[in-house]
């Protein structure tokens, strides 16, 4: 099944470049937090970089995927990439002549993501071209697979380069993108020509004509409000919860939670795998599905707080989260016209950095009065309750429509 797809030329070029351009992504995001901290040796600076990594996507997110439906993709994929392997690698060139500072690395770094802010919905835009409907599901599944890959592998890979220097993750960096463009070059399709008023005031109203569009389309919007409460819900449980829970079970904390991700990762790697063995047409209640069996993962470890229960409910989370990932990403793929493919993907991409940010703050806070288990335990059952909610209002109301229609007895 696999080998097949890959005889595709486009499809081939596309996941290459994309899961190449991500490890560079994943290396270079490490590389400028040690080399903050390597420059200025505070906690408060690091953590101001680590600001300008996420921010552009909150500021930028959403004129990204307008300009992704605006311009030619994959020329504006290209120009993208040029941009960045001159960027990155004058961090190199600056750090050999000791002429690098905290403020140019900071700067450096915002444009960077701010150029990924248009990269990434673009790239994704592309793959409902360069596919048939019947290839998505395997498509998205190798491209999900080499994504979770790149975040298994980017750490193996960063411990071999600091044994030479921090300051070489950007010349691989670098070579990542030049490799990307390469593929890119690969790639050909044929783009709906478009002729609209690209104006700055266009730019808010294509947003606004966005927004006003999938709140119109039942199924975008559900999927929209679903996903940023599950994200919400899930971020602070997963990210820090867990981590913080370690430590009060265990005096080793960080490897426990190294070794859990691994075992999460492995189990998202093996479900990608998998999933288009079995399901071959998403839907919003196999989305819906994913959902539960996410919450109930987090519910499980939030209810036995053991660290053994812990791995369990990753694995269990491992399984549900890229049913649920897959299935979303396939519906905007199929629901959205394809000169609205940015704009669905970055307004996506919007909500889930707003969800983690706001998830991220609110817990913070909140953790200060409500232990941590209770906190799992409430997150992972909201989560169930939603899927479950919505999953039965949908089959409620698919089974009225069948009921109501007229019955055709000679078919």
């Known amino acids: 099944m696999y080998k097949e797809l890959l005889q595709n030329k486009n499809i081939r070029y596309y996941l290459i470049g994309g899961g190449i351009s991500r490890l560079g992504d994943m290396l270079s995001g490490m590389a400028f937090l040690f080399l903050a901290y390597e420059i200025t040796e505070s906690t408060i600076y690091t953590t101001a970089m680590a600001i300008a990594e996420t921010a552009p996507y909150l500021l930028f997110g959403l004129i990204g995927g307008v300009v992704a439906d605006w311009l030619p993709r994959k020329k504006l994929l290209i120009t993208l990439d040029l941009l960045r392997i001159p960027l990155i690698f004058s961090i190199f060139l600056l750090h050999r002549f000791n002429l690098l500072d905290y403020y140019y690395l900071l700067i450096v770094s915002f444009a960077i993501q701010t150029i990924g802010c248009f990269f990434n919905p673009t790239h994704r835009a592309i793959l409902p071209i360069i596919t048939e409907p019947e290839e998505r599901s395997l498509t998205n599944s190798l491209n999900d697979t080499l994504g979770r890959g790149v975040t298994v592998l980017s750490p193996v890979i960063s411990v071999w380069l600091l044994t030479y220097g921090t300051i070489y993750f950007f010349i691989i960096d670098a070579l990542t993108y030049l490799i990307s463009v390469i593929c890119l070059l690969q790639v050909h399709f044929t783009e709906i020509k478009q002729e609209v008023n690209k104006s700055v005031k266009g730019v808010f109203f294509a947003i606004a004509e966005f927004f006003t569009w999938a709140k119109r389309n039942i199924t975008i919007r559900q999927l929209f409000t679903i996903t940023f409460l599950i994200v919400f819900f899930n971020t602070w449980v997963w990210e820090v919860g867990l981590l913080l829970a370690l430590s009060q079970l265990s005096g080793k904390s960080e490897e426990l939670y190294a070794i859990l991700q691994g075992v999460f990762g492995g189990a998202v790697i093996l479900t990608n795998i998998a999933i288009p063995y079995f399901i071959k047409k998403m839907t919003m209640k196999i989305y819906l599905t994913g959902a539960f069996i996410w919450g109930a993962g987090i519910t499980y470890y939030g209810i036995f707080y053991q660290i053994e229960h812990f791995f369990i409910g990753a694995i269990l989370v491992g399984i549900g989260l890229p049913i649920s990932s897959l299935a979303r990403v396939y519906l905007i793929q199929s629901l959205v016209p394809e000169n609205k493919l940015g704009r669905a993907f970055s307004s996506n991409a ?44 949908i089959t409620i109301k698919h089974a009225k429509l069948s009921w109501r229609s007229p019955i055709n007895f000679l078919k």
């Open 350 to 393: 919007f909500l889930l950095y707003l969800a983690n940010t706001i998830s991220l703050l609110f817990y913070g806070m909140l953790v200060y009065f409500v232990p941590i288990q209770w906190l799992m335990i409430g997150s992972g059952i909201i989560i169930v309750i939603v899927s479950i909610a919505v999953l039965l209002t």
